[in-house]
């Protein structure tokens, strides 16, 4: 897929653009190529275009938003986490522990702890107020930067053992003087020193059934439930069979399942014990269960591999993949001296259809529908467990309960070929099951992927890694991981850059920005075209948010001030000239929001003109930033829009020391002049 800007082709030459100034002669020596970019006039020896359609490698393009941040959280995102919220038990005593400005808050995993953080933040400073810190921050040193609500979650032991409560008293006075307010979320079993006692508060989960019908009551002021329907489901919910599943799976999690399931219900006319059914084959239990009645099945076991690490893939995706794990086990158990028993019955040539193996495992196809990860949207039928969260579980437990099967998984991601979306949904049930691996060596086994020629192995790998860095406990690992491939090999970097372009980089833009500026450092200057691709894929998904817009172009601005013919000028020239020439990313190249010149220099007028100064300061950027100026001057609502006046005066007090700024006045000057006569003769 071609992600970057080569010059219109119906577009006019940038010597005409006003303030070029080319002379004739170079006008007459025009190249033409098939591929790549030619070149005209002196650039200074230095200008490298990136034409990424030399290198097309097959991925999915899709960027993921991260649920943990270290920054500000969009208000929306805290709307959605706050759907359906129910107060509970210890709210009361939190909201009046909060009067002294910091709440150390103890919760057992899935009780809706952290849901009940951003109750308490947002209700003080608003649904854009709260700013997530890093779990390994340092809380005795770090003090609030603005009146906002600060969450930090999953405090590490280290850090709880330093928050005595004179530290703690004198964070709590800075949160004060800054009008600010922080909650620090933690393990059960933390340690706190005794003297901090009075800033901890325990959290005690909501009750399940108030949670199960506020979310039915939701669902039926939405309109995805008539009132009939409603009764009907809060009758089931009220009956015995419900209330003990729920006093058996009391977590809010649970209670949002079972109201999704009777909303589901309502509209397919399903029973209520499949809704049951449903909801207990995901658990960890079913999960045991299922593994030890298949462990003598090679194709029972492959099946369900496939359906638990490609959940929502194709049948025929499926089937690929189990049909090439299955070989893989049988030299697994062979090593192992486990081979299935010998039959004395004669062989079935045929064997089951694939819809009674899938049944036979608790799995099923979904209605045929058209693929959503690929540009051709062929007709595909997913394949999904019946049961809610039972590909999870199963993934878990077998890949991390039984030896050698981790090996015996990647051998089979290996030898299948790419498929649109393989990547993406490989990458997230990864990530969520190594999330829960242990020992120093856990994300060694990324690296088999993460130093692939293949593109769509190391995306495979940005999106496990952006998945498990959102897991407190071993975030610190993930970076410490990614600082360390930043400064590896060019493969390496890739799969650095490819991490940033997804959830890892919108949760923390600043260290995404800063890991892109390390890959590029100590590149060779000749930019490899897989390494480009990457950064430019990074810095376009930074750009699908509002707020990363700013720190974006301040480092594209730093890179263009780089030594000319570095790696980083080479990527700021090919950002300016996306920007002047079209846009960046390039339209039909992954990215929601494309940055224009124009567009810049309305939104953020102060960093635009940097840039269009340095721009034109630039030989190897000139011809392209002259360009645009004068499609914004030519254009009279963009020339509005912009304040282009104000921004021809800024250029103009700037112009002393700026010989490519008073190269493009001039020509501006006499390009204007030469109009008018034309106009008068006329």
């Keep these: 897929m071609e992600q970057d800007i080569q010059p219109d ?56 938003t991260p649920r943990l941040r270290e920054g500000p959280y969009p208000a929306d995102e805290v709307r959605g986490r706050l759907y359906g919220f129910v107060e509970p038990p210890s709210y009361t005593r939190c909201r009046k522990a ?106 005690a989960a909501p009750e399940p059934h108030g949670v199960a019908e506020k979310r039915l ?43 999704d399931g009777l909303q589901q219900s309502a509209e397919t006319t399903a029973s209520t014990a499949a809704v049951l059914a449903d909801l207990l084959t995901g658990t960890e239990a079913a999960a045991r269960s299922a593994l030890a009645q298949a462990r003598r099945s090679a194709d029972g076991v492959s099946l369900m591999a496939a359906v638990a690490l490609l959940p929502g893939q194709d049948r025929t995706v499926i ?67 019946t049961g809610r969260h039972r590909a999870a579980t199963l993934l878990r437990h077998l890949w991390l309960d039984f030896e050698g099967m981790p090996e015996v998984l990647w051998g089979a991601l290996e030898q299948l070929r790419y498929q649109p ?14 999330a829960h691996a242990t020992g120093p060596g856990a994300l060694s086994q990324l690296h088999r992927f993460a130093s692939s020629d293949f593109r769509w192995r190391r995306r495979l790998v940005a999106v496990a890694l952006g998945e498990i860095v959102q897991h407190p406990p071993v975030s610190g690992a993930v970076k410490e991981q990614m600082r360390r491939w930043s400064r590896a090999s060019t493969v390496l970097r890739c799969t650095v850059a490819e991490t940033c372009a997804g959830s890892y980089g919108l949760a923390r833009p600043t260290a995404a920005l800063k890991l892109l ?12 075209v897989k390494l480009r691709t990457a950064v430019s894929l990074a810095l376009g998904a930074l750009l699908t948010e509002e707020g990363n817009h700013l720190e974006v172009l301040e480092t ?31 339209q039909g190249a992954p990215g929601v929001v494309r940055m224009s010149l124009a567009r810049i220099l309305e939104r953020h007028p102060a960093k635009g003109f940097a840039l269009v100064v340095l721009g034109l300061d630039d030989p190897a950027t000139y011809e392209a930033v002259a360009q645009g100026l004068g499609r914004v001057e030519a254009d009279p609502e963009t020339f ?34 030469n109009a008018m006569r034309g106009r008068g003769a006329s």
């Design 556 to 586: 594209v601005t730093r890179w263009l001030e780089t030594g000319r013919g570095t790696p980083r000028h080479t990527l700021a020239v090919h950002v300016v000239h996306s920007v002047s020439l079209s846009t960046f990313p390039q």
């Design 217 to 259: 009551r939701l669902m039926a002021a939405e309109g995805r439930l008539d009132a009939s329907q409603l009764d009907a489901a809060l009758k089931h919910l009220a009956s015995r069979e419900f209330t003990d599943y729920l006093s058996r799976h009391s977590l809010p999690g649970d209670a949002v399942d079972l109201a």
């Design 9 to 64: 082709t119906d577009q006019p030459h940038p010597s005409a653009a006003p303030g070029a100034g080319q002379s004739s002669s170079l006008r007459e020596n025009r190249q033409r190529v098939d591929s790549g970019v030619a070149l005209m006039g002196n650039v200074g020896g230095d200008f490298t275009f990136l034409n990424i359609g030399a290198w097309n490698d097959e991925a999915t393009e899709q960027f993921l």
């Design 319 to 385: 089937e690929q993949f189990a049909a090439t794990m299955r070989p893989l086990l049988g030299e697994r158990a062979a090593e192992a001296g486990r081979n299935e028993p010998p039959s004395d019955q004669s062989p079935d040539v045929l064997g089951p259809s694939l819809e009674d193996r899938l049944d036979a495992i608790g799995a099923r196809p979904l209605a045929p529908r058209s693929s959503p990860t690929d540009r051709y949207r062929y007709p595909v039928q997913p394949i999904v467990f």
């Design 421 to 434: 979306g393989l990547d993406l949904c490989a990458g997230e049930a990864i990530g969520r099951v190594l």
């Design 517 to 528: 500026d390390t890959v590029l450092d100590g590149s060779s200057p000749e930019l490899d």
């Design 640 to 673: 509005q829009r912009t304040a282009f006046e104000q921004v021809l005066s800024e250029l103009s007090r700037s112009a002393r020391h700026r010989r490519g700024v008073i190269r493009f006045l001039l020509g501006r000057h006499r390009d204007h002049t």
């Design 98 to 203: 909060f009067d002294s400005r910091i709440v150390l808050l103890r919760a057992r995993p899935g009780t809706g702890g952290t849901t009940a953080a951003f109750a308490l933040l947002a209700e003080r400073h608003g649904q854009g107020g709260v700013t997530g810190l890093d779990a390994m921050a340092d809380l005795s040193v770090w003090r609030p930067k603005a009146g906002r609500g600060y969450l930090l979650q999953g405090l590490p032991a280290a850090s709880a053992r330093s928050l005595g409560d004179v530290r703690l008293q004198g964070l709590a006075e800075a949160l004060h003087g800054a009008g600010a307010h922080l909650i620090v979320t933690m393990a059960h079993d933390t340690w706190l020193p005794p003297d901090a006692n009075r800033w901890e508060e325990v959290h």
